[in-house]
T-cell receptor, first 110, second 113 residues
Framework: GQNIDQPTEMTATEGAIVQINCTYQ??????LFWYQQHAGEAPTFLSY????GLEEKGRFSSFLSRSKGYSYLLLKELQMKDSASYLC???????????FGAGTRLFVKA | IAGITQAPTSQILAAGRRMTLRCTQD?????MYWYRQDLGLGLRLIHY???????GKGEVPDGYSVSRANTDDFPLTLASAVPSQTSVYFC????????????FGPGTRLTVL
């Protein structure tokens, strides 16, 4: 079957670092995406990993381990505007489909 | 038009009525998708289209139909709306397939009474 798990909610403090984990089980893995979604808005692309390792992009980094079916999104120097939902999604070679997790709501407090 | 647009922004609909949600993109993307997003369930794929003239069923296709007559437009039709179809609907497009970034429209908030 196909399944993506990520925590429902997390809270962190402004200026801190937070790691949002994602585990997945899927057939025909074809890359892992992270999207950010502010309340009432559309998801927007953050990162894409297809090979194992860490991809860094400014304050955001994403890590992938294909053998463990595991990814994390690392947010550094948290800002209030980072309060949003973060969606983990897996590209699936079984048809033109991307499977999304339920998302992790991150609350950044002062 | 810039990017991907959806209409209407929101709609309240009586159960049993027919409704078409519109989606248009100007990026010449081949792939287009319709998702519904419900609290606690995340984004679930309703239907998709790899390229103009072809469509496929996603995870939750029942009660919905789509067409892809051209590259730009991908309308979603609810033939006879039911209250369980109350949701936020997002249309998305991607240049190719599942390895490509998806660009999402602003969403349509649909309430079926």
């Amino acid at each position: 079957g196909q399944n993506i798990d990520q925590p429902t909610e997390m809270t962190a403090t402004e200026g801190a670092i937070v790691q949002i984990n994602c585990t997945y089980q899927t057939s025909g893995f074809n890359g892992l995406f992270w999207y950010q979604q502010h309340a009432g808005e559309a998801p927007t692309f953050l990162s894409y990993n297809v090979l194992d390792g860490l991809e860094e992009k400014g304050r955001f980094s994403s890590f992938l381990s294909r053998s463990k079916g595991y990814s994390y999104l690392l947010l550094k120097e948290l800002q209030m505007k980072d309060s949003a939902s973060y969606l983990c999604a897996v590209g699936n070679t079984g048809g033109f489909k991307t499977i999304f997790g339920a998302g992790t709501r991150l609350f950044v407090k002062a | 038009i810039a990017g991907i647009t959806q209409a209407p922004t929101s709609q309240i609909l009586a159960a049993g009525r027919r409704m078409t949600l519109r989606c248009t993109q100007d990026m010449r993307h081949n792939a287009m998708y319709w998702y519904r997003q419900d609290l606690g369930l995340g984004l679930r794929l309703i239907h998709y289209s790899n390229t103009a003239g072809t469509t496929g069923k996603g995870e939750v296709p029942d009660g919905y139909s789509v067409s892809r007559a051209n590259t730009d437009d991908f309308p979603l039709t609810l033939a006879s709306a039911v209250p369980s179809q109350t949701s936020v609907y997002f249309c998305a497009s991607a240049a190719g397939g599942p390895t490509d970034t998806q660009y999402f429209g602003p969403g349509t908030r649909l309430t079926v009474l």
